[in-house]
């Protein structure tokens, strides 16, 4: 059974940075793209930064040359670098794996992230 664990979220003020783990188990990792989304109370949840088997990366246009995924394979984890955090970005972020050959997406629990002074 796939298991994302996230971890990282926090409190920030604007300006500040942090940086977003998540952990995977029961899934051979370096197979699949995983990536990072967020979600507000009353919208969808949308996607923020992903980052395929092969290391491709993509981000929305709104965290480009802001935030910067990656992953170590090594040790089933992905993460989400998130510098010049501004307000807009206050949010719960998700981790997602993304399994093509059965084409399911697993989902993590989500941690808050809130950027305020």
């Known amino acids: 059974q796939v298991q994302l664990v996230e971890s990282g979220g926090g409190l920030v003020q604007p300006g500040g940075s942090l940086r977003l783990s998540c952990a995977a188990s029961g899934t051979i990792f370096s197979f699949h793209r995983v990536g990072w989304y967020r979600q507000v109370p009353g919208k969808q949840r949308d996607m923020v930064a992903t980052i395929t088997s092969g290391g491709n990366t993509a981000y929305t246009d709104a965290v480009k040359d802001r935030f910067i995924i990656s992953r170590d394979n090594a040790k089933n984890t992905v993460y989400l670098q998130m510098n010049s955090l501004k307000p807009e970005d206050t949010a719960v972020y998700y981790c997602?794996?993304?399994?093509?050959?059965?084409?399911?997406?697993?989902w993590g629990q989500g941690t808050q992230v809130t950027v305020s002074s």
């Open positions: 997602n794996l993304y399994r093509a050959f059965t084409a399911q997406n697993y």
